[in-house]
């Protein structure tokens, strides 16, 4: 009898040839396909996508903040780093910011019109752009070379027809410069973080507006975390770049992102927002271990005993995120179905009734978020202060 | 991976370069998934023919959240089940009546060629479980894990651990049969 990894090690050898010319009609078929798509949807005569891209000013600045983007990541597996020119710096910080502030603004004038059509079109165009940040992000980490050979043996330019190839290039070169300049990866894992969150408050943003009144509510309640990772955003050191980061910016991103948890917890009521909150205190815990690796070696033993409080209160949030998550889903269903409770009704309150007497579900949140900002408070006394 | 996210990018943006780059990259893998799967290549052909048909389709709506590779093989495994559900195929053969299946199509037809190796371990897979067959391909060949793969059978991971081992233990006694004969 074969052992089985040599049956595994024969299963392996199936494989397949395909027929060439029969792949080639394979090819034939799919471009006619994808063509008469492209026709029938637009209706016109022959497929041109930069003008369909360019037909509006809002595409037209989503098209720009997709391609600086993306041939960044590209541009950055060429390893062409180079010091940038602080003037060429400049035209990059200020082409990538206008295109995503020119998104944000009409976002927010949408909100204030509650134009369902208009925000949901922003969202969209935000939340590429906040995916292509994570993207480039992510593969500053891993420095993939992926994209190399793809990039250098097709044009990527032929659809966008108006933007000069060797303009992007320079442009791109700077921005990677600025991105290699960062030692501390630290920093890398909060634009992750904070672009993904901003990926998934402009995604939340653009579905809530495709459905009705109702629903626009939530973008509502999405806003104001929405606003304070783009302030966190705003504040990066654009013109400083290789920082540290030391306690204290930890502690400020501590703050940062239990103030985020704390704003979703209050409009509870809106939708269930697990996913955004348990995101928040994750990235606070991870922080707080940043903390403690960072000050191991200088702390007092005031500040060793603030960290551990800081870091039990933190994993008893996320504890009580899990309970939370676990609850709601193999109970609150349940529950709801057995029709105790309507559907519209406040679902920490359901939990509360269910699992005994700690207040409302929220405001128990809110009391283990507040108790572990003042201990961030109290760790700020003793650490240096270069925020 | 980046450089599936670029060629998306570009698929939505309408570049048939993207499209035909996407094409070439997976198509030998979904092929393959799809005759190990169902044995009858033409069946297969179809299944994955059809995936791409209306992937070709699909550049205003399309969204993948995780992996293109992974988007793909999942079409590629819903059509399968489909085609099983339906009883095109025959989810599960005896070695009696197990063979290469005789194709309508002549040569030049053909789009996917398997070869004599090939045609053993196809006739081997057949004699299988379609549920045990699964596993097993879906992760010697689709590079799932056990987790994936019991996500997607709707059973536990202990569940489908036990179909792998079964599956390679009915496919040892087919194959080590094959040699004595």
Not at chain 1, 56 to 71: D, E, P
Request: glycine share 4%; charged share 30%; with cysteine.
């Amino acid at each position: 009898m074969r052992p089985r990894e040599n049956i595994e090690k024969i299963i392996k050898k199936f494989n397949i040839d395909v027929n060439p010319s029969k792949d080639q009609e394979m090819v034939d078929e799919l471009r006619k396909v994808h063509a008469k798509s492209r026709q029938s949807e637009y209706g016109t005569s022959k497929i041109d996508i930069g003008r369909i891209i360019m037909k509006s000013k809002t595409t037209k600045l989503a098209a720009v903040a997709v391609i600086i983007i993306t041939v960044m990541i590209g541009i950055n597996q060429f390893g062409g780093s180079i010091d940038g020119a602080s003037v060429a710096w400049a035209e990059i910080v200020q082409r990538v910011e206008q295109s995503y502030n020119n998104y944000y603004a009409e976002l927010l004038s949408a909100m204030e019109e509650k134009d369902v059509q208009k925000a949901s079109s922003n969202a969209d165009a935000l939340s590429e752009f906040w995916q292509g940040i994570n993207t480039l992000a992510e593969e500053r980490l891993e420095s993939t070379q992926e994209s190399l050979s793809m990039l250098r043996h097709e044009s990527f330019y032929d659809p966008f027809q108006e933007f000069e190839q060797h303009t992007f290039i320079e442009y791109a070169e700077n921005f990677i410069a600025w991105m290699d300049r960062i030692e501390d990866d630290a920093w890398i894992n909060e634009i992750i973080h904070v672009s993904r969150q901003m990926e998934e408050y402009a995604e939340e943003i653009r579905e809530s507006g495709r459905h009705s009144e109702l629903d626009f509510s939530y973008a509502e309640h999405c806003l104001p975390a929405f606003v304070a990772y783009c302030e966190w955003f705003e504040q990066l050191p654009w013109n400083g770049p290789g920082q540290v980061m030391t306690p204290t910016m930890l502690l400020t991103r501590i703050e940062r992102d239990l103030e985020i948890a704390r704003r979703e917890i209050e409009t509870l009521e809106t939708r269930g927002v697990i996913p955004f909150i348990k995101r928040s205190v994750q990235q606070a815990q991870k922080n707080v271990m940043d903390v403690d690796i960072r000050t191991a070696a200088s702390r007092t033993k005031e500040q060793r005993e603030l960290c551990r409080q800081l870091t039990r209160r933190i994993d008893e949030l996320c504890a009580l995120i899990i309970y939370g998550e676990i609850s709601r889903q193999d109970f609150l269903e349940q529950v709801i179905k057995q029709k105790k409770y309507r559907d519209y009704e406040r679902f920490d309150q359901v939990l509360t009734e269910e699992f005994g007497n700690k207040g409302t579900f929220a405001d128990y949140y809110i009391k283990r978020i507040d108790q572990a900002l003042s201990l961030c408070d109290q760790l700020y006394e003793g650490f240096e202060h270069t925020r | 991976m980046l450089e599936d996210k670029l060629l998306i990018l570009r698929f939505k943006y309408g570049s048939s370069e993207a499209l035909r780059r996407i094409y070439e990259k997976y198509r030998l893998y979904l092929l393959k998934l799809a005759v190990a799967l169902l044995h009858d290549v033409n069946v297969a052909e179809d299944v994955v023919h059809d995936v791409f048909i209306r992937f070709a389709q699909s550049a205003e709506t399309l969204k993948i959240n995780g992996s293109l590779k992974a988007y793909l093989r999942t079409c590629v495994v819903n059509g399968v089940h489909n085609k099983v559900r339906a009883e095109q195929v025959r989810s599960y053969v005896e070695l009696s009546e197990a063979g290469p299946i005789a194709s309508e199509q002549n040569e030049a037809d053909k789009w996917a060629i398997l070869k004599e190796e090939s045609m053993m371990i196809s006739n081997a897979l057949v004699q299988v479980p379609f549920e045990q067959r699964e596993v097993v391909v879906l992760h010697l060949h689709g590079g799932m894990k056990f987790r994936e793969i019991a996500k997607l059978q709707a059973v536990s991971v202990k569940t489908i651990q036990s179909r792998y081992r079964y599956g390679l233990d009915k496919l040892r006694s087919i194959l080590n049969s094959e040699v004595e004969k």
